[in-house]
């Protein structure tokens, strides 16, 4: 057998049925899960190219480098080719239509977003920072938005936070008290975050969907792959990428429904690191993404080790269950292994919880959606040979995929328009240019003392209660008195520097008689 319309065709079972994944039932959500070294990413791999050629776009993320061999026509050996032979399946050697795509912009193209569409939670998170810091970070991007100042990159962030932090008395009076030690925490959390190389994400251009959702002339969706060898040394760079593209998608895309096939497949690589030490409120955004965004005609299917990894909430939401073999050593390797053997429909040619622990590589537990929606009973499943590659994709050819990629040029200029770091930054420059125009008047006697200088009238708007001198009085009118035309007339007249002296003396004293 191989894919139909109908469906993905994982494999076959014990007792020679086929296991195909429905592709209306398929944004219903999923899960692959196993140990380390028992077949997931393959599994991947299969499901990733399986909906591409029903014109399926995926977006999945690489976190060891082997799911690059799928932009790469497959060579399956002997053991391969007689296993798809004893399935009746016609493998026929393929490589999907990839892009590759890195937030480092090292082994892909770049992508990007700005700080702003990132928003302070998700941010917090990649900052890994406190309750109270948090809030700190929500008040700044409430400033932002009062004042009209672009967050695109780390450093309007960085700028902002300065501002806030110098003008902390009058945004405090509006929003609550804002210490300078939360300030302080958060900017040495951006540091961190900029020498791990995260400050490469922000900015612009900014990452379009319509480049992800895309489908090629021949009917196939495009697959496309994040390089992740690099970011998963940041684990909480990635979580927060992955679940604000998620985000995106939801925001952006219209309802659908249930679609005869979904819009997008999203696989999330490493589940665990996004539920790791989450706070609450991030827990709840991910439970409301992930519950919604099936109207949306996307699938997220989480790839993790164990079933465990993944909240109750947002587990039970995930009809397609895909398990590979798990070990249990350990007291909580146990728990972890009742847990996921009792998610499954039970089958009673077997028990499901010995069953999982004695897969071999390339076998798994399989349970899908039927036509009803309902869960099947859960099969011990051969999964098929992948028609790409089993491997990475070399350097060389990597750099020709990439070469030949429809958005080739598209993101790796960067682009810097004025934003919250040059605003501000000009603002300052012209205070300093004022300060030092009205200390040179000051100097040369031209202000009366007791006038306010620019940076007085700006302490004065912010509760300083200091008196300015009284202002002049208005004349009422332009003309000129008879004795001021007069004086004038004279003066022209005058032909010599000392009697025009004399003149302005003797007329000066008749003027303030």
Not at 124 to 136: H, I, P, S, T
Not at 206 to 224: M, P, S, T, W, Y
Request: aromatic share 4%; proline share 5%; hydrophobic share 40%.
């Amino acid at each position: 057998m191989s894919d139909t319309p109908a469906g993905l065709f994982l494999g076959q079972s014990d007792e020679g049925q086929d296991q195909a994944l429905l592709f209306h039932r398929a944004n219903r959500h999923g899960v692959v899960a196993g140990a380390t070294g028992t077949g997931k990413t393959v599994t991947l791999q299969i499901l990733a190219q399986g909906f591409s050629d029903a014109g399926v776009p995926v977006f999945c993320a690489d976190v060891k480098g082997d799911l690059s061999g799928i932009s790469q026509i497959g060579t399956p050996n002997e053991k391969l080719l007689a296993r798809a032979a004893d399935m009746g399946l016609a493998l026929t050697p393929s490589a999907a239509p990839t892009v590759f795509w890195d937030l480092y912009g090292q082994k892909g193209h770049p992508i990007r977003t700005t700080v702003s569409e990132i928003g302070p939670v998700l941010m917090a998170r990649m900052l890994d920072l406190n309750e109270v810091q948090e809030g700190v970070l929500t008040v700044v991007f409430h400033v932002a938005d009062q004042e009209g100042l672009l967050l695109l990159d780390i450093d309007d962030l960085r700028s902002l936070l300065a501002y806030v932090g110098e003008n902390a008395e009058r945004i405090g009076r509006e929003v609550g008290h804002v210490a300078p030690a939360s300030i302080a925490a958060v900017q040495r959390a951006i540091l961190q975050l900029e020498q791990q190389g995260g400050a490469a994400f922000f900015g612009e251009p900014a990452l379009k969907l319509e480049d992800v959702i895309r489908v090629g002339l021949d009917g196939r969706g495009q697959v496309n792959v994040l390089d992740s060898t690099r970011l998963m040394n940041s684990p909480r760079l990635y979580a927060a990428f992955l679940l604000w593209l998620l985000s995106e998608l939801f925001e952006q895309l219209p309802e659908v429904g249930d679609p005869e096939k979904p819009r997008l497949v999203f696989f999330f690589d490493e589940a665990h690191l996004l539920f790791n030490d989450a706070p609450r409120a991030l827990l709840e955004k991910v439970e409301q993404v992930v519950r919604l965004i099936r109207s949306k005609g996307v699938g997220v299917y989480f790839v993790t080790q164990n079933p465990a990894d993944i909240p109750d909430s947002v587990l039970a939401q995930l009809g397609n269950r895909i398990q590979h073999a798990l070990r249990a050593y350990t007291p909580s390797e146990q728990k972890g292994l009742k847990a996921a053997a009792q998610s499954f429909r039970r089958n009673l040619a077997f028990d499901t919880a010995e069953a999982i622990q004695a897969l071999g590589v390339g076998e798994a537990l399989v349970s899908v959606l039927d036509d009803k929606g309902a869960p099947t009973v859960v099969a011990r499943t051969r999964i098929r040979p992948p028609a790409s590659r089993l491997g990475p994709a070399t350097e060389a050819e990597r750099a020709a995929v990439i070469a030949a990629s429809p958005v080739q040029g598209r993101y790796e200029p960067v682009l810097d328009r004025e934003s919250a770091e040059e605003v501000l930054a000009a603002r300052h420059a012209a205070a300093e240019r004022e300060a030092e125009v009205q200390a040179d008047l000051k100097a040369q006697g031209r202000v009366k003392p007791g006038a306010q200088t620019a940076p007085d009238r700006d302490r004065g708007r912010e509760g300083d209660t200091a008196r300015s001198a009284p202002a002049p009085r208005k004349r009422t009118s332009n003309r000129q008195t008879p004795m001021e035309a007069l004086t004038k007339s004279v003066l022209r007249t005058a032909g010599s520097t000392l009697t025009r002296e004399l003149l302005r003396g003797v007329l000066g004293s008749l003027r303030r008689r």
